[in-house]
C-alpha cells in the first residue's frame, strides 16, 4: 500500500497519540538510567525522525525502551554519561556494519526463551530499582543491593511519594477499564499519560514537597567524549548495547507485522518489514542520538502496538512524533518540570513488572525450556544483560545436547502376543547397545510393531536396525515399523528420494497413492520417517487396509504427536481471543476438496460452510433447511469477513444428478435440496447468458460447464441476500468465485470479464497465467 495526501490526516492523529505516550515513558527511562532527563527526549526525537525516515518498518516507533535500562545504567556508573554517548555512537556503528551483511535474520536465531528472559530478567531489575523511588529513597548500584536495601527503606517511608506513585499506579491500571460511554472517550487519552498528569496535578494541589523533573538549559546539555576505560570493557560495552538493542528492535518489527496483519485487511496494510534496512535505520538513530547527547535507541513494541492501533498508514507518523517530542522539549519545560519523580519512577516500574510476562513464561514452560528461561533471568539480575546472555545460551546449548543424546527404548506385550518397541528421541550410535538389548528380548519367531518417535536416526542405529529385521523375518518372524505420525498403516514401499511425497503429510491417504515404486531402496540415514518406510516396506507385504473406528483412532493419534505440538500455541490463542476469520469459504461437501489444502490456510483463517453442490438457496425461497443462510448472517454481520468465495469442483455428483434428473421421480431430501441449483441449469441452457471458460478453453464437457456455471449462479444469489448487499454497497465486502479440477490439483479463481466470467489458472508460484 503507498502512503498518499488523503492519509495525512491519519498519520497526523497517530503521531499524537503516540506523542503523548513517549514524553512521560522517555522522561522516566532517562530517569531510570541515571542519565540527564534531556537524554530521554533526544532520543525520542531522534528515534522517531532518523529510524521512522529510514528504517525498514514503517509504521515502527523508536526511542529509549525499558529493554536498554539496565545496560545503560551500568555503563553511566561505570564510564559516566558522556563515554556512554560514544559507545551509543560506537553502537551504532556496530549495527551499520551487521546491516551492511544482512545478518539481521540471524539475531532471530536466539531461542525465544533467553530472549524472553534477557528482558523479564531487565524488567525485575528495573522495578527493583524503582520501587525504592517509589517508597521516596534513592536506588542502589545492583539488584542485589536493591533487595537488601528495602527492609531499611520500608522502615523510612516518604508519605508524599508513596501517595503520589500510588495515585500513578492506580490510574494507570484504572484507565483502560473505565465503563460507560464518558469512559470510551477518556480511554482516547494514553494510560501513562493520563496517571503522571493526575499524579502531577494532586501533588501540585495537595502542596507535597517532592523532588521534580528538572530540565537543565539545552546550553550545558552533555555531548559525547572519547571513551576513557579498559579497551576490552568499551568493546564488552560496545556489544552488549549492540546485541540488546538490535534483538529488542527485530523483535518489535515482527511483532508489528503480526499486529497489523491481524488489525487490517491486505489492501490496507504497509509492506512487511525489511528487518536488515530496519537494523541500519536503528544504526543510524543511534549515531545521531548518542552525538547528540541522548539514549540508545531501539525499536519499542508498545509505542509501535499504539501507533498501528491510531491508525497510522505510513512512516510519516513515527516521523511526526519526533517533531512533537521536539516541540515539546522546547516549548513545555516548565509544564515537565511540575512532574514529580516518584510518578515516573511508578510508571517505568509497572513497564517492568509487564515485562515479565505470564504468556510467555507458559509458552516456555510448554515447550520445555523453563530452565532456559528461569537461568536466563537469575543470570541478568545476579550478573548483566550481558553474562545472562551468554550464561542462557550455554544452558541453551547443554539442554538441546541432552535432549539429543538421551533416548528412551521401551517394549511392551500386547494382546495377541504382539511385541511394540518404542524408541522416544533421536536414535544415534549412543542409544544401539540399549536398542540391540530390547529387540534381543523379541522371540525370534514373534509379531514386533516398532515405533519410531523422533526426527534423526544416524547410520549405526539404521544398520542395527535393519540387520536385526532381516534376521527377525528370515526366523519367521513379522514386523511392522511406523515412523512418527504412529500410522498402523502399511506401505507398499519406500518412496524414493526425488520422487512423489505427497501424501506424507496426509497419512490416511497412504493406501490410495498408486504412484509409489513397487520395489523399495533403502534411504540414507537420518531422516526417521523415511527409515521406518524403507524398514517397513522391506518386511511386510500388502495387507488390507484398516478403516472404520480403527483408521479413525490412528488419525487421532497422529494429530495428538505430530500435528498438536505446533499448532498448540496458535490454538489457544484462538481459544483466547476468539475467531476472526477474513473469508467465509463456501464450497461442496465432496470428500476429494480439502480447504485447508488447496487455499494454504490454517486454524482461524476460514469459515467454512460445505454442502452438497455448494448451493446458495435464494432468500425465502422454499427450503427446510436455513443453514446457509444462517451462515451468512453469521459470517458478514458477527464476523465481519471480508470475503465470500464459492468454490465449486470438476466431476461434481450434485451437478451430475441436475443433468441427469427427470420429471416425476420420487421426491427426496437429495431432490428437494437440489432444487437450489435449478436456477443454474436455466442459466447453462439460457442464450443471454455467455458460457464460462477456463483458462481460455471451452469446457470439456456439460458437466463441468454446469459446474462453472454454478459457480456464477451462487454468486448471483449471494448478491440478494440482504447483509450482503448491504456490505457490498458500503464497499466492504468482495466476492469471488472459485474452481477446483480435481484431476489436475490446479486451482481457478474465476474473474468478472466483459461479458462473462473467465477463469485465471495460478501457477506454482502464486502467478496468474
Given at each position: 500500500?503507498?502512503?498518499?495526501?488523503?492519509?495525512?490526516?491519519?498519520?497526523?492523529?497517530?503521531?499524537?497519540?503516540?506523542?503523548?505516550?513517549?514524553?512521560?515513558?522517555?522522561?522516566?527511562?532517562?530517569?531510570?538510567?541515571?542519565?540527564?532527563?534531556?537524554?530521554?527526549?533526544?532520543?525520542?526525537?531522534?528515534?522517531?525522525?532518523?529510524?521512522?525516515?529510514?528504517?525498514?518498518?514503517?509504521?515502527?516507533?523508536?526511542?529509549?525502551?525499558?529493554?536498554?535500562?539496565?545496560?545503560?545504567?551500568?555503563?553511566?556508573?561505570?564510564?559516566?554519561?558522556?563515554?556512554?554517548?560514544?559507545?551509543?555512537?560506537?553502537?551504532?556503528?556496530?549495527?551499520?556494519?551487521?546491516?551492511?551483511?544482512?545478518?539481521?535474520?540471524?539475531?532471530?536465531?536466539?531461542?525465544?526463551?533467553?530472549?524472553?528472559?534477557?528482558?523479564?530478567?531487565?524488567?525485575?531489575?528495573?522495578?527493583?530499582?524503582?520501587?525504592?523511588?517509589?517508597?521516596?529513597?534513592?536506588?542502589?548500584?545492583?539488584?542485589?543491593?536493591?533487595?537488601?536495601?528495602?527492609?531499611?527503606?520500608?522502615?523510612?517511608?516518604?508519605?508524599?511519594?508513596?501517595?503520589?506513585?500510588?495515585?500513578?499506579?492506580?490510574?494507570?491500571?484504572?484507565?483502560?477499564?473505565?465503563?460507560?460511554?464518558?469512559?470510551?472517550?477518556?480511554?482516547?487519552?494514553?494510560?501513562?499519560?493520563?496517571?503522571?498528569?493526575?499524579?502531577?496535578?494532586?501533588?501540585?494541589?495537595?502542596?507535597?514537597?517532592?523532588?521534580?523533573?528538572?530540565?537543565?538549559?539545552?546550553?550545558?546539555?552533555?555531548?559525547?567524549?572519547?571513551?576513557?576505560?579498559?579497551?576490552?570493557?568499551?568493546?564488552?560495552?560496545?556489544?552488549?548495547?549492540?546485541?540488546?538493542?538490535?534483538?529488542?528492535?527485530?523483535?518489535?518489527?515482527?511483532?508489528?507485522?503480526?499486529?497489523?496483519?491481524?488489525?487490517?485487511?491486505?489492501?490496507?496494510?504497509?509492506?512487511?518489514?525489511?528487518?536488515d534496512r530496519e537494523l541500519r535505520g536503528q544504526g543510524?538513530?543511534?549515531?545521531?542520538?548518542?552525538?547528540?547527547?541522548?539514549?540508545?535507541?531501539?525499536?519499542?513494541?508498545?509505542?509501535?502496538?499504539?501507533?498501528?492501533?491510531?491508525?497510522?498508514?505510513?512512516?510519516?507518523?513515527?516521523?511526526?512524533?519526533?517533531?512533537?517530542?521536539?516541540?515539546?522539549?522546547?516549548?513545555?519545560?516548565?509544564?515537565?518540570?511540575?512532574?514529580?519523580?516518584?510518578?515516573?519512577?511508578?510508571?517505568?516500574?509497572?513497564?517492568?513488572?509487564?515485562?515479565?510476562?505470564?504468556?510467555?513464561?507458559?509458552?516456555?514452560?510448554?515447550?520445555?525450556?523453563?530452565?532456559?528461561?528461569?537461568?536466563?533471568?537469575?543470570?541478568?539480575?545476579?550478573?548483566?544483560?550481558?553474562?545472562?546472555?551468554?550464561?542462557?545460551?550455554?544452558?541453551?546449548?547443554?539442554?538441546?545436547?541432552?535432549r539429543l543424546a538421551r533416548t528412551r527404548i521401551t517394549?511392551?506385550?500386547?494382546?495377541?502376543?504382539?511385541?511394540?518397541?518404542?524408541?522416544?528421541?533421536?536414535?544415534?550410535?549412543?542409544?544401539?547397545?540399549?536398542?540391540?538389548?530390547?529387540?534381543?528380548?523379541?522371540?525370534?519367531?514373534?509379531?514386533?510393531?516398532?515405533?519410531?518417535?523422533?526426527?534423526?536416526?544416524?547410520?549405526?542405529?539404521?544398520?542395527?536396525?535393519?540387520?536385526?529385521?532381516?534376521?527377525?523375518?528370515?526366523?519367521?518372524?513379522?514386523?511392522?515399523?511406523?515412523?512418527?505420525?504412529?500410522?498402523?498403516?502399511?506401505?507398499?514401499?519406500?518412496?524414493?528420494?526425488?520422487?512423489?511425497?505427497?501424501?506424507?503429510?496426509?497419512?490416511?491417504?497412504?493406501?490410495?497413492?498408486?504412484?509409489?515404486?513397487?520395489?523399495?531402496?533403502?534411504?540414507?540415514?537420518?531422516?526417521?520417517?523415511?527409515?521406518?518406510?524403507?524398514?517397513?516396506?522391506?518386511?511386510?507385504?500388502?495387507?488390507?487396509?484398516?478403516?472404520?473406528?480403527?483408521?479413525?483412532?490412528?488419525?487421532?493419534?497422529?494429530?495428538?504427536?505430530?500435528?498438536?505440538?505446533?499448532?498448540?500455541?496458535?490454538?489457544?490463542?484462538?481459544?483466547?481471543?476468539?475467531?476472526?476469520?477474513?473469508?467465509?469459504?463456501?464450497?461442496?461437501?465432496?470428500?476429494?476438496?480439502?480447504?485447508?489444502?488447496?487455499?494454504?490456510?490454517?486454524?482461524?483463517?476460514?469459515?467454512?460452510?460445505?454442502?452438497?453442490?455448494?448451493?446458495?438457496?435464494?432468500?425465502?425461497?422454499?427450503?427446510?433447511?436455513?443453514?446457509?443462510?444462517?451462515?451468512?448472517?453469521?459470517?458478514?454481520?458477527?464476523?465481519?469477513?471480508?470475503?465470500i468465495t464459492v468454490c465449486g469442483h470438476s466431476g461434481?455428483?450434485?451437478?451430475?444428478?441436475?443433468?441427469?434428473?427427470?420429471?416425476?421421480?420420487?421426491?427426496?431430501?437429495?431432490?428437494?435440496?437440489?432444487?437450489?441449483?435449478?436456477?443454474?441449469?436455466?442459466?447453462?441452457?439460457?442464450?443471454?447468458?455467455?458460457?464460462?471458460?477456463?483458462?481460455?478453453?471451452?469446457?470439456?464437457?456439460?458437466?463441468?460447464?454446469?459446474?462453472?456455471?454454478?459457480?456464477?449462479?451462487?454468486?448471483?444469489?449471494?448478491?440478494?441476500?440482504?447483509?450482503?448487499?448491504?456490505?457490498?454497497?458500503?464497499?466492504?465486502?468482495?466476492?469471488?468465485?472459485?474452481?477446483?479440477?480435481?484431476?489436475?490439483?490446479?486451482?481457478?479463481?474465476?474473474?468478472?470479464?466483459?461479458?462473462?466470467?473467465?477463469?485465471?489458472?495460478?501457477?506454482?508460484?502464486?502467478?496468474?497465467?
Amino acid at each position: 500500500m503507498t502512503a498518499t495526501a488523503k492519509d495525512v490526516p491519519a498519520d497526523l492523529s497517530a503521531s499524537v497519540a503516540v506523542f503523548l505516550i513517549a514524553l512521560p515513558l522517555s522522561l522516566g527511562i532517562a530517569l531510570a538510567t541515571g542519565a540527564p532527563l534531556q537524554a530521554g527526549l533526544v532520543a525520542a526525537a531522534v528515534g522517531g525522525i532518523v529510524a521512522g525516515r529510514l528504517g525498514g518498518a514503517p509504521l515502527q516507533v523508536s526511542g529509549p525502551a525499558a529493554g536498554l535500562t539496565v545496560v545503560t545504567a551500568e555503563l553511566i556508573q561505570h564510564y559516566g554519561w558522556r563515554t556512554t554517548c560514544a559507545i551509543t555512537v560506537l553502537a551504532g556503528c556496530c549495527q551499520l556494519a551487521l546491516s551492511a551483511l544482512r545478518t539481521a535474520r540471524s539475531a532471530l536465531m536466539v531461542s525465544p526463551a533467553i530472549v524472553h528472559g534477557m528482558l523479564a530478567g531487565i524488567g525485575v531489575t528495573i522495578a527493583l530499582a524503582q520501587l525504592h523511588i517509589v517508597l521516596g529513597g534513592t536506588p542502589q548500584s545492583s539488584a542485589v543491593a536493591n533487595v537488601l536495601g528495602l527492609p531499611g527503606q520500608l522502615a523510612d517511608l516518604h508519605p508524599g511519594a508513596l501517595g503520589v506513585s500510588t495515585l500513578t499506579l492506580v490510574v494507570l491500571l484504572g484507565w483502560p477499564r473505565l465503563p460507560g460511554l464518558a469512559g470510551r472517550a477518556l480511554r482516547k487519552v494514553p494510560a501513562a499519560l493520563a496517571a503522571v498528569a493526575a499524579a502531577t496535578a494532586f501533588a501540585a494541589l495537595a502542596g507535597i514537597s517532592l523532588p521534580r523533573v528538572d530540565l537543565p538549559s539545552w546550553r550545558s546539555h552533555a555531548l559525547p567524549e572519547l571513551p576513557e576505560g579498559p579497551v576490552l570493557g568499551i568493546i564488552a560495552a560496545v556489544l552488549t548495547v549492540t546485541l540488546v538493542g538490535s534483538v529488542e528492535s527485530l523483535l518489535s518489527a515482527v511483532a508489528t507485522d503480526k499486529v497489523i496483519a491481524s488489525e487490517r485487511q491486505t489492501a490496507n496494510r504497509p509492506p512487511r518489514a525489511d528487518l536488515d534496512r530496519e537494523l541500519r535505520g536503528q544504526g543510524a538513530a543511534n549515531i545521531v542520538s548518542g552525538a547528540l547527547g541522548g539514549l540508545p535507541i531501539t525499536g519499542v513494541a508498545v509505542r509501535s502496538v499504539a501507533n498501528v492501533k491510531s491508525g497510522a498508514v505510513s512512516r510519516r507518523s513515527a516521523i511526526l512524533h519526533g517533531f512533537w517530542v521536539l516541540l515539546a522539549a522546547a516549548l513545555l519545560v516548565p509544564v515537565l518540570d511540575l512532574i514529580p519523580l516518584a510518578a515516573l519512577a511508578a510508571l517505568v516500574m509497572a513497564v517492568g513488572v509487564q515485562m515479565v510476562s505470564i504468556n510467555h513464561l507458559r509458552t516456555v514452560t510448554r515447550h520445555r525450556e523453563a530452565l532456559v528461561y528461569a537461568t536466563t533471568i537469575a543470570a541478568v539480575v545476579f550478573g548483566g544483560v550481558l553474562e545472562g546472555v551468554a550464561i542462557g545460551i550455554a544452558v541453551a546449548v547443554a539442554l538441546a545436547l541432552h535432549r539429543l543424546a538421551r533416548t528412551r527404548i521401551t517394549v511392551e506385550q500386547l494382546d495377541g502376543g504382539v511385541h511394540r518397541v518404542r524408541a522416544r528421541g533421536q536414535l544415534t550410535f549412543l542409544a544401539v547397545p540399549r536398542l540391540s538389548r530390547v529387540l534381543n528380548q523379541i522371540p525370534q519367531d514373534g509379531q514386533a510393531v516398532i515405533e519410531l518417535d523422533g526426527s534423526f536416526m544416524d547410520h549405526a542405529a539404521y544398520e542395527t536396525l535393519h540387520d536385526w529385521q532381516e534376521a527377525h523375518v528370515a526366523h519367521g518372524g513379522s514386523l511392522k515399523v511406523t515412523g512418527r505420525a504412529g500410522s498402523a498403516e502399511p506401505h507398499r514401499g519406500a518412496p524414493q528420494r526425488g520422487t512423489h511425497q505427497c501424501c506424507r503429510p496426509w497419512t490416511p491417504w497412504q493406501n490410495h497413492c498408486d504412484h509409489r515404486p513397487a520395489q523399495p531402496r533403502t534411504p540414507e540415514p537420518g531422516g526417521v520417517e523415511a527409515a521406518a518406510e524403507a524398514l517397513e516396506a522391506a518386511s511386510t507385504a500388502k495387507r488390507p487396509r484398516r478403516r472404520g473406528a480403527g483408521q479413525l483412532a490412528n488419525g487421532i493419534s497422529a494429530f495428538q504427536r505430530d500435528t498438536a505440538p505446533h499448532v498448540r500455541d496458535e490454538l489457544a490463542r484462538l481459544a483466547r481471543e476468539g475467531q476472526r476469520p477474513s473469508q467465509l469459504f463456501l464450497t461442496c461437501a465432496d470428500s476429494r476438496l480439502v480447504t485447508s489444502m488447496i487455499t494454504a490456510s490454517g486454524p482461524g483463517d476460514l469459515f467454512t460452510v460445505r454442502n452438497v453442490g455448494n448451493l446458495v438457496p435464494l432468500p425465502g425461497a422454499e427450503s427446510t433447511d436455513d443453514s446457509v443462510a444462517a451462515a451468512i448472517e453469521y459470517a458478514v454481520d458477527v464476523l465481519k469477513v471480508d470475503s465470500i468465495t464459492v468454490c465449486g469442483h470438476s466431476g461434481c455428483g450434485a451437478m451430475q444428478a441436475l443433468l441427469s434428473s427427470a420429471p416425476g421421480q420420487p421426491m427426496t431430501p437429495l431432490r428437494r435440496w437440489l432444487r437450489h441449483g435449478l436456477p443454474s441449469l436455466e442459466r447453462m441452457a439460457s442464450r443471454h447468458h455467455a458460457w464460462a471458460r477456463i483458462a481460455g478453453r471451452l469446457p470439456a464437457d456439460a458437466v463441468e460447464q454446469l459446474c462453472l456455471t454454478n459457480v456464477v449462479q451462487q454468486l448471483e444469489h449471494l448478491r440478494a441476500h440482504e447483509s450482503v448487499a448491504r456490505r457490498l454497497a458500503d464497499g466492504t465486502l468482495e466476492l469471488h468465485g472459485m474452481y477446483f479440477h480435481v484431476g489436475e490439483a490446479q486451482a481457478y479463481l474465476l474473474s468478472e470479464g466483459e461479458d462473462f466470467f473467465d477463469c485465471r489458472v495460478f501457477d506454482s508460484v502464486g502467478q496468474s497465467a
